[in-house]
């Protein structure tokens, strides 16, 4: 082989490692809401078509002005991450959505990047382990409806929170976190970190 040939091959090798890198991370798909509230409805994204139905493929992405129509998960759907680069949606439910982590860093299931609340009223099914994170001082993510998995809030440099709220208990079977502020919102005497088996662990942050 000459040295082009082996140079060509590289290169190629090169390319199908990081289209391979891609395919892993997953690919954005951003709700553009303009025929309805419904998740599964492939007009209501950017592209004309809805994130796949499993936890590898996409991640939602809700960015930029909040929508007239705000996305409802009408029945159990699955999504690799969901992302929000702006504050003030709600995602209705009931659900539940079982979510990967592909959302973005550090295994993310939900990353809130900006300052201001978003609300999660759907149930939610931790299936990968990812992270619940708000990384933006100011910002905060609200879990209204059931939380069920593996359960772990901000790492590294997160600075928000995220508030367990609702008045269902959650089905969470452990959870972590080093960073933040994790609030404790159940009513009713429902409870936030129902933890049916595993372990709490804290090396930071704050939970009240």
């Not at 976190?177 to 933890?195: R, S």
Request: net charge negative.
């Amino acid at each position: 082989m000459n040295a082009t040939a082996r140079v060509t091959l590289s290169l190629i090798v090169v390319g199908v490692l990081l289209g391979i890198g891609e395919m892993a991370r997953g690919v954005a798909v951003t709700w553009d809401g303009s025929d309805s509230t419904d998740w599964t409805l492939d007009g209501n994204w950017a592209g004309g078509v809805a994130p796949a139905n499993n936890l590898t493929t996409d991640y939602a992405v809700f960015t930029g002005g909040v929508t007239a129509n705000l996305p409802s998960v009408g029945a159990a759907r699955s999504v690799g991450g969901v992302q929000f680069f702006s504050a003030g949606w709600t995602l209705d439910g009931p659900g539940p959505l079982s979510l990967g982590t592909i959302a973005g860093r550090d295994s993310s299931a939900i990353w809130l990047r900006a300052s201001g609340t978003v609300t999660v009223n759907c149930d939610l099914s931790m299936t990968g382990g990812g992270r619940v994170l708000a990384d933006v001082a100011g910002g905060m993510v609200i879990l209204n409806g059931v939380v069920s998995g593996p359960f772990t809030t901000h790492w590294d440099a997160d600075n928000g929170t995220v508030r367990l709220a609702g008045s269902s208990s959650n089905s969470i079977t452990s959870f972590s976190m080093n960073q933040g502020t994790l609030e404790l919102a159940k009513t009713g005497g429902a409870k936030a970190l129902n933890m049916a088996a595993g372990e709490f662990g804290s090396s930071g942050g704050t939970v009240r």
